[in-house]
């Protein structure tokens, strides 16, 4: 149980695309998904935590009209890169919780992003 | 403020134990979590400790001291599948995960 999908797992695209990545949980209601972004060989980088039907929280740092997060249902959250450009070329990662208790994070299998 | 603290890099032989050890400063503490994240994917589920003391789940176990904000994972008859990172996260008292850089583990024949 508790599986999450995200897609697509590859992205490459010219600078200046927006790019969309979607996360579901397959078998469970998700009251909060997570967004992360992980450089090679550094470590997890929360962006945002969103809560369906509320607006995402950012972390500092995070521009949010650059990464803009929808949390639309318990079972969909997306993430859309807007004007993307090398730098944003990253691995981006999405989890959620079942609910707001001591409980793992599921995560996604991540959404390798390459920005020519 | 909040901070985990584990080793940058371990090393050790197939069969061999080791030990990764996690340090961590939090606002409340609601339990420690241990993740395992081969490269270019995303991290796994291992372990949750919220009691003191030790969880064995197979060839894994996880240690929590709260007193001491010190959790360590063990890993017992190693196998070359096991060359990963491995990621202690705290949950802090608003129930958000503060992740530690994680420890490359690198494991030789």
């Known amino acids: 149980g508790a599986v999450v999908s995200q897609h697509p797992s590859w992205v490459i695209c010219k600078s200046g695309t927006s790019v969309k990545i979607e996360c579901r949980s397959l078998?469970?209601?998700?009251?909060?998904m997570f967004w992360y972004r992980q450089f090679p060989k550094q470590s997890l980088m929360l962006m945002a935590t969103?809560?369906?039907?509320?607006?995402?929280?950012?972390e500092q740092g995070v521009e949010k009209d650059k990464f803009l997060i929808n949390h639309a249902s318990l079972t969909l959250s997306t993430l859309t890169v807007t004007s993307a450009h090398p730098e944003d070329s990253s691995f981006y990662i999405c989890?959620?919780?079942?609910?707001?208790?001591?409980?793992?994070?599921?995560f996604g299998d991540g959404t390798r992003l390459s920005i020519l | 403020g909040q901070n985990i603290d584990q080793p940058t890099e371990m090393t050790a032989t197939e069969g061999a134990i080791v030990q990764i050890n996690c340090t961590y400063q939090?606002?409340?503490?609601?339990?420690l979590f241990w993740y395992q994240q081969h490269a270019g994917e995303a991290p796994t589920f291992l372990s949750y400790?919220?009691l003191d003391g030790l969880e064995e789940k197979g060839r894994f176990s996880s240690f929590l001291s709260r007193s001491k904000g010190y959790s360590y994972l063990l890993l017992k008859e190693l196998q070359m599948k096991d060359s990963a990172s491995y990621l202690c996260?705290?949950?802090?008292?608003?129930?958000?995960?503060?992740w530690g850089a994680g420890t490359k583990l690198i494991i030789k024949p």
């Open positions: 969103s809560n369906e039907g509320s607006k995402a929280t950012y």
């Open positions: 400790n919220v």
């Open positions: 078998d469970f209601q998700a009251t909060t």
């Open positions: 996260a705290a949950l802090d008292s608003n129930y958000q995960l503060i």
């Open positions: 939090t606002s409340g503490f609601n339990g």
């Open positions: 989890s959620a919780t079942l609910r707001q208790e001591p409980e793992p994070q599921h």
